[in-house]
């Protein structure tokens, strides 16, 4: 029972432990949001992944899939797929409506020519689109600056069917990020610059590109006006800033992936069959509870027996591609793997670095424990001289330990839980200048600290004057910091994929921190304990 | 640890207990060899003593003699080199026990008395008192002698004038009341001999001399006392006087 007694006392009576709490705290909620915020921009990775192109995918290049028709057919038949929708996808060059007058800036971009109702099915297309009507409960809360306050629910159907309702044209849609008219506001959302001139979806682009499918003859550029229907917002920068979608007809005609008179290369007059149109794609959803991995495995099986029937009907000159030409039937993740491969590694690298993180905490519990063993040699010796166990005294310093650890790790996930929370707040304010009140109340309290310090020199200890000086230029400083501060843009989504960092707290890591915190001060507590449990009773009870 | 282990045959007659002897505490030709650095310091060289049941025993020599080494021998706090000497409680050899009995013989049978009083600073005079109480003692058990432990160390501390003490923390307290704090703490266990340390050395005389009184008042209720000193009027308070001179008893008084 004295342990208790004892330990109780020795943790409420002095600051050493409560410096070690906080050690242990500091450390904790340091790798709880570093891996939190890791492990969520891995989430988001591959979240992007699958909504932006279903479970699987099967892709050739330049060639294309032809009677990509009639394999979505079967595809779609599968009871392990919920649907499929074809695409092409090229390179191209869009002219933007803007500087002014003739002089159009160019942007390079990715565009996916697509079926919008059965992609909206495979994918997460309907929530991309931006501009549409806000809801009653939406207009409430929504800025006064924001466009989509006048807008009517026709916008988005365009959106929706790649077709511009006003000029029955087939139109297209951008990324937020493709032209540079927009502006993501500090509160959310976004507004057209020239304050909502440069709304996008007034205005006509022209998408000029190269065909890929090329058969003989000079390549000559194709391009097509198109008014733009809407924007989308994938949340993946490197998507946002380059995709642009069309009508999948559109597509296939600028890219000659179309149906097309097939003729003898040795008469160019006899016809002598069609060339099936192609999709470059096909993008497939798993039915609930089927994994993309066995979706992929019966893609693939179904493939292969596709082609084997297409290859022994003799009214065919065109045959499907066997798998060994380039054509490639993976998952997301694998198509995804450059990206996701990549960031797995640096979370795994973090969790390395950051374990020395946890090695400094049991080092730094191992040098208070240390600090506190020695100085209470006496104690020991007192309490070995009323008949205490050697193992009793060095429990003492393991409960100690397991105390500190506790409280720390708990503390920690407290701290880690509020900033992994208010990550993109915490960000946008270091992004701003700050604010007025912010440095005055800095200077504030340095004054005041300053007139302790003053206070402090005309008593005779020479710690309250330390501490207060300390205290004078810490708040000093940060009032510098702070009157100096411009906004700087830490997490610049260009450079991190998204735009907005990931605020949950990765769970799973959260508890194995909490166990390696307690873990660590208990064995930080162990070798102290161990020579607290050694201690000569005589020699420590020789002096006073 | 600082003793040395040493593996010579010892010369010195077997460790048995003389037959017919009442004495309480025996220390039976023992020796004790300090290392200090590379060097062998012998502190006591076949020391004997012998103490009767109920007895106040000074232990009187200059300092370095070996006195206080003695007294830690005696209250099984160091042992003495093997095979070299054996400590008696009652006829039985202590330093044959094993470790569980050995804190247990610290605890119950011995109480100990320091000349720097040696209390814990971060616990009140009332719990420093009562802590010897708590050894052994799981969570359960303390709650249910809690209130008995408790009436104890106050009535011990209300009998040495400390009554309205009991919730100050020794830094708050003057050498004299620290004294008899940690005599309170020596008795709380109600131990059969009390081993004291030159118990007044760091006390002015005045306040020395309430201090022996206290061990007089405790000693004519029947406490066996062993009282090292450098001080012979202190001494003269004892019963007896043993006088140690470089490692050995040269006279007894």
């Given amino acids: 029972m004295y342990h208790v007694v004892l330990t109780n006392r020795y943790l409420t009576s002095r600051v050493i432990p409560l410096i070690a709490v906080g050690a242990v705290a500091l450390c904790a909620a340091l790798v709880m949001i570093v891996v939190s915020v890791m492990s969520g921009f891995l989430d988001m990775v591959r979240d ?6 279903g479970d699987v995918v099967i892709e050739l ?4 899939i032809p009677y990509y028709e009639d394999l979505i057919k079967r595809i779609e038949a599968l009871d392990e797929s919920e649907a499929a929708s074809p695409l092409v996808d090229s390179f191209g060059m869009l002219q933007m409506p803007y500087p002014q007058g003739d002089n159009k800036q160019s942007e390079y971009v990715q565009f996916w020519g697509i079926e919008p109702e059965s992609f909206a099915r495979v994918t997460g297309y309907a929530d991309t689109l931006y501009w549409r009507e806000l809801d009653d409960q939406e207009r409430r809360t929504a800025p006064q600056w924001d466009l ?16 511009d309702s006003r ?36 205005f006509d682009v022209t998408l000029v590109t190269i065909p890929t499918r090329t ?59 069609t060339d ?31 082609v084997m029937e297409y290859a022994e009907r003799d009214d065919l000159i065109v045959t499907p591609p066997t798998r ?19 960031v797995e590694k640096e979370r795994d690298l973090m969790r390395i670095l950051f374990s020395i993180v946890y090695v400094v905490c049991a080092a730094l519990v191992l040098t208070i424990f240390w600090a506190i063993v020695h100085e209470k040699t006496r104690d020991i010796g007192i309490l070995r001289s009323v008949g205490c166990s050697r193992i009793g005294i060095s429990l003492i310093f393991l409960r100690y330990g397991l105390v500190i650890g506790v409280l720390g790790s708990v503390l920690g996930l407290i701290l880690a839980f509020i900033i992994v929370r208010n990550v993109n707040t915490i960000h946008d304010a270091i992004g701003r200048d700050a604010p007025v009140w912010s440095w005055v109340t800095a200077f504030g309290f340095a004054a005041v600290s300053l007139m302790m310090t003053i206070l402090a020199t005309r008593r005779e200890h020479m710690l309250p004057v330390v501490l207060w000086s300390l205290g004078t230029i810490a708040m000093f400083g940060l009032g510098i910091i702070l009157l100096f501060h411009r906004g700087t843009l830490v997490w610049d989504p260009t450079v991190y994929y998204f735009d907005a960092i990931p605020n949950t707290l990765d769970v799973p890591n959260a508890i194995v921190t909490i166990i390696g915190a307690i873990l660590f001060s208990v064995l930080g507590a162990f070798i102290p304990a161990a020579k607290a449990a050694d201690t000569d009773p005589v020699e420590a009870l020789r002096y006073e | 640890m600082s003793e040395t282990r040493r593996t010579t045959p010892t010369t010195t007659a077997p460790p048995t207990q003389p037959a017919g002897a009442d004495f309480i505490l025996r220390a039976h030709d023992v020796y004790k060899t300090y290392r200090m650095g590379r060097v062998d310091v012998p502190v006591l060289k076949g020391a004997s003593i012998d103490v009767k049941q109920g007895e106040w025993i000074a232990v009187l020599g200059a300092s370095g003699c070996g006195k206080s080494t003695l007294l830690h021998l005696l209250g099984d706090l160091d042992q003495s080199d093997p095979g070299k000497g054996e400590i008696f409680f009652e006829g039985e050899p202590i330093n044959r026990r094993t470790r569980s009995q ?25 719990e420093n008192t009562f802590i010897p109480a708590l050894v052994g003692l799981t969570r359960f058990s303390y709650y249910a002698k809690r209130q008995e432990i408790h009436r104890r160390a106050e009535e011990l501390l209300q009998s040495f004038g400390l009554g309205d003490r009991l919730k100050h923390r020794p830094q708050e307290l003057s050498g004299g009341e620290r004294q008899r704090v940690a005599i309170a703490r020596a008795l709380m266990n109600q131990p059969r001999v009390l081993l004291a340390d030159e118990p007044t050395g760091n006390l002015d005389e005045n306040t020395g001399g309430e201090i022996l009184d206290l061990l007089a008042e405790q000693h004519r209720a029947g406490l066996t006392i062993v009282m090292v000193t450098h001080d012979r009027s202190i001494a003269g308070r004892a019963d007896r006087i043993v006088e140690l001179s470089q490692g050995r008893v040269v006279t007894i008084d």
Avoid: C
């Fill in chain 1, 48 to 53: 992007s992944g699958r909504t932006l192109m």
């Fill in chain 1, 61 to 64: 290049a330049v060639e294309g």
């Fill in chain 1, 276 to 306: 099936p149109a192609r999709v470059s794609k096909i993008l497939i959803r798993a039915a609930d509870g089927v994994s993309p991995n066995q979706l992929r495995d019966r893609v693939i099986r179904l493939y292969d027996e596709w």
């Fill in chain 2, 102 to 126: 050995r804190n247990l013989y610290r605890n119950r049978t011995v109480g100990f008395v320091f000349q720097f009083y040696h209390l814990l600073p971060e616990l009140n005079v009332l």
């Fill in chain 1, 215 to 273: 058969i003989g003859g000079q390549v000559e550029p194709e391009s097509f006006i198109f008014p733009v229907v809407n924007e989308f917002v994938s949340g993946v920068f490197q998507i946002d800033d380059v995709r642009v979608k069309i009508p999948l007809e559109v597509g296939q005609r600028m890219l000659h992936l179309d149906e097309a008179e097939l003729v003898d290369p040795d008469d160019p007059f006899t016809v002598i069959g």
């Fill in chain 1, 148 to 163: 989509r306050r006048q807008l009517t629910p026709q916008v988005l159907k365009d959106g929706l069917t790649l077709h």
């Fill in chain 1, 167 to 202: 000029s029955d044209r087939p139109g297209i849609v951008l990324g937020m990020h493709v032209s540079k008219a927009n502006e993501r506001m500090p509160e959310g959302g976004y507004h057209p610059m020239g304050d909502g001139y440069w709304w996008m979806p007034a």
């Fill in chain 1, 324 to 342: 060994e030409f380039g054509l490639s039937i993976r998952t997301w993740e694998q198509v995804q793997a450059r990206f996701i491969g990549p």
